[in-house]
């Protein structure tokens, strides 16, 4: 049914969630600056690595979808798959801007904590801690099907896990220092990225 889209229509596509992408941060960004922070854990590999995430999200997908860079790395998908890869990726953008609603003037770009940081625990965070990151690994799965190229997508999925990791345990920490055992009682219910199945069980 799908297989008479030319391969510039899915390189379009991923330029057009890409810009969505980007829409959405810049809003995240001027709101995020009209809030008090108080720093907390800022480190330098934490800088490092999302520079590297900026290529992986941003830099190396528009090499592609421009000027077709990275060709000899494209695998066969059938345009199925990477149509699916388009309704993923629109998933993942509105989870990651429902998740920022949700969490309002608490969100944060980097390990800081606003003066008057509450724990969220409704929408998307009844079931899971860090529903943005599961939207950026969503995204980054989508990117790959999407594109079809190794680089593009598995360039993304690296620096983005490569960032969660080295960010993911001081946050925990972070959290936990400042909530105590309100956070505890919160791990206890919830996941990291994926609901816990033990919650999903008792539904």
């Known amino acids: 049914m799908f297989h008479n889209i030319p391969e510039i229509a899915f390189r379009y596509a991923l330029g057009v969630l890409i810009i969505t992408y980007g829409l959405i941060t810049i809003n995240l960004l001027k709101n995020y600056s009209k809030t008090k922070k108080v720093a907390r854990k800022k480190v330098f590999s934490e800088n490092v690595f999302m ?26 998908l059938p345009h199925t798959i990477r149509i699916i890869g388009i309704s993923l990726y629109t998933i993942g953008l509105l989870l990651f801007y429902y998740s920022y609603k949700i969490l309002g003037k608490n969100w944060s770009m980097t390990l800081e904590v606003d003066s008057n940081q509450k724990l ?20 980054m799965f989508a990117q790959l099907l999407i594109s079809a190229n190794l680089i593009v997508g598995g360039v993304g999925i690296l620096f983005w896990t490569m960032l969660f990791l080295n960010r993911i345990h001081a946050e925990e920490k972070m959290m936990f220092e400042l909530f105590g055992k309100k956070y505890i009682e919160y791990i206890s219910t919830t996941g990291v990225i994926f609901p816990k199945l033990s919650l999903a069980h008792k539904k």
Request: glycine share 4%.
């Open 120 to 139: 969220c625990k409704t929408g998307p965070y009844k079931y899971v801690r860090h529903p943005m990151y599961s939207s950026f690994f969503l995204i």
């Open 51 to 76: 520079f590297l995430d900026w290529w992986g999200v941003v830099a190396i997908p528009w090499m592609y979808i421009l000027f077709n860079f990275f060709k000899s790395y494209n695998f066969y």
